[in-house]
């Protein structure tokens, strides 16, 4: 399945559901908690694509 497929549709009802789950008093800590998780995954995929092209140039500069 593709995530594209969702459509604001049932994005917003994603979120409507999740809003009854956990309550307008958790959502906040969720989304910062979410907003931490995405962070850092972007910094440890930057850090091993950067590793990635370190390893790549100091494989090109031996030949």
């Known amino acids: 399945m593709n995530l594209a497929a ?3 549709p049932g994005l ?10 956990f309550g307008p008093r958790k959502l906040p800590e969720i989304g ?4 931490k ?6 910094k440890s995929t930057r850090d091993i ?3 990635d092209d370190d390893a790549e140039k ?4 031996k030949k």
Not at 12 to 21: D, K, R
């Open 6 to 8: 969702i459509g604001v």
């Open 12 to 21: 917003i009802i994603i979120l409507v559901i999740i809003l009854i789950l």
């Open 32 to 35: 910062s908690a979410v907003g």
């Open 37 to 42: 998780t995405l962070a850092e995954f972007k």
């Open 49 to 51: 694509m950067n590793d």
């Open 58 to 61: 100091k494989s090109e500069s």
